[in-house]
Each structure stands twice: as C-alpha cells, then as structure tokens.
C-alpha cells in the first residue's frame, strides 16, 4: 500500500542520483508511484539507476545526465524533463561533491570554486527554471541537501561547509520568496550516512560516537524525503530536517573527524 497516495503520478527530479542518498531518494519515489527524472553527471551510474526502477513495475524513471553547475546543461535537462511529462512537480536537490578534502592552507581558488559551484550554485541553477514551472502549474516542491557541516565544522572541509551553511541560508529565502505561489522549500541534514557500503569495523567504530549507535543507510533518507513532498506536510517551508541519529543533539568529539589535527600541514612545511 502506497503510504503517501499524493504523490502518485507525480514528475520528481532528484539530482545526484546516481548512487547514494540520491539514488535511494530515487527509488523510494518511484515506490509513490512517481516520475523520477534521474540526475547525475555520471551516465553509467545514471542508466543503471533508470534500468533498476523500471524493472521494479512501480513508477518510472528517466535519464537526466547533466552537470548542476552547468546553466546550460541544467536548462536542456528541465526541457527534456518537460518534454517527456509536461509538468514538474517536485525536485531534490541532493547533487554535491566532497572531495579532495584540504585543510585551509593547502587549498586553492579552483579547489574552492568547483565546490561551491556544484553544492550551491548547483541549488540555485536547478530550483530556478523549476520554480518558475511549478509557479505556473500552481505549485510545487523543492528539498535541499544540507549537513551537519552547515552548523557544525568539520575539519578541512572549509568550501563544503560553506556550501553547506550557504544550502540553509538559500532554503530559508527561497522558501520566502515561493511561499506565495505555493512552492514549499525545505531541506534535509542527513548525519553520517554510509553511502559507500563500508565494512562493519567502520560501522561499529563510527556507531559509538552516534547516540542511536550506528551510522545511517542512505534508505533512512528517504522517509523524510517523500514526507516532505507530500500532503502530509503542506504546511511546512523554511525548515530543516536532521537525520542523524542524534549526533548534533550532543557535544562532539573530534576522534570522530575524518582528518584529525595530526595529519594537518606542519608549520615548516607552509
């Protein structure tokens, strides 16, 4: 049984979808009886992600390959989008990159401007020519990705977690300026979700700093995507939903950073 009838026949677009929190946002839509456009700037992972939701028999899925940061490839996928369903309904905008992590001293201008143009400048260049759809077609709405790292830092992870804060500010102000053509903007602050299937040593060491214990799967996204997306959650814009298992609820140890103050750039060598 469908939990969230409101959303069958629904167009979506999820960004970054090729694996991941993307892909499993993806896939959970589809379960809705959705529509998924399939984003990624990867092809292959964008055509396996297609072909695994059209076997399922629930809802469908179509390619959507293009580069976030690229207007002009962003605009030919909304068109595409438009051409095979007429409509837009709602987007997530879950594309983003990460690496290379570098400490402060070790970055540089391109290093800084390929991150921000693909976590943030990426939200901007999808949820514009989409909001205007879903302005003319009545409403619509649109979820953005944050991170601890939007109120938290993370060690050397400077552009991100300025992409991050950047992501919180935008849902705010986008979720003013839409409310009143029925867009609702909201966004998703997923903890530490092990998207790339590592062992359960990880697992078990990354857990004990986590108040729930464990690190999360990319499927315990989902809930809260399709949530809100849905009826159920019409009377919610500007807001944002942790999913991490407890872990901004408390005071965080730094054992649990990725790169440790051990392994920053030594004085000499500046």
């Known amino acids: 049984m469908n939990s969230y009838p409101s959303l069958e026949e629904k167009v979506v677009l999820v960004t970054g979808a090729g694996k991941g929190i993307g892909r499993a946002i993806a896939e959970r839509f589809a379960t809705a009886g959705c529509h998924v456009a399939v984003n990624d700037v990867d092809a292959a992972l964008v ?8 076997q399922t028999g629930t809802g469908s899925a179509m390619a959507a390959v293009a580069d976030v940061s690229d207007s002009a490839a962003v605009g030919s996928m909304i ?67 944050s991170s601890g790292g939007a109120t938290r830092a993370h060690r ?28 609702r903007v909201n966004a998703l602050m997923p903890g530490s979700i092990d998207t790339n299937n590592h062992g359960d040593e990880y697992r078990r060491r990354s857990g004990e700093n986590i ?13 809260a995507a399709l949530f809100l997306a849905s009826d159920d959650a019409s009377y919610i814009t500007g807001d944002i939903i942790k999913i991490d298992g407890g872990m901004l609820a408390q005071q965080r140890s730094a054992t649990v950073d990725i790169k440790p103050p ?9």
């Open 262 to 270: 051990s392994e920053f750039p030594k004085v000499e060598d500046l």
């Open 211 to 223: 108040p729930l214990g464990t690190v999360g799967e990319p499927s315990d996204m989902t809930g």
């Open 47 to 54: 055509d396996e992600t297609v072909t695994a939701i059209n």
């Open 79 to 145: 068109e595409a989008i438009m051409a095979a369903h007429g409509r837009l309904d709602v987007v997530v905008n879950n594309a983003g990159i990460v690496s290379p992590m570098l400490h402060f001293f070790e970055a540089d201008e391109a290093w800084w401007r390929r991150i921000i143009d693909v976590n943030l400048t990426g939200h901007f260049l999808v949820s514009h020519p989409a909001a205007r759809i879903m302005a003319k077609q009545g409403g619509g709405c649109i979820i953005n990705m």
């Open 156 to 183: 050397s992870f400077t552009a991100y977690d300025a992409t991050k804060g950047g992501i919180e500010a935008l849902t705010r102000a986008m979720a003013i300026d839409l409310a009143p053509y029925n867009i």
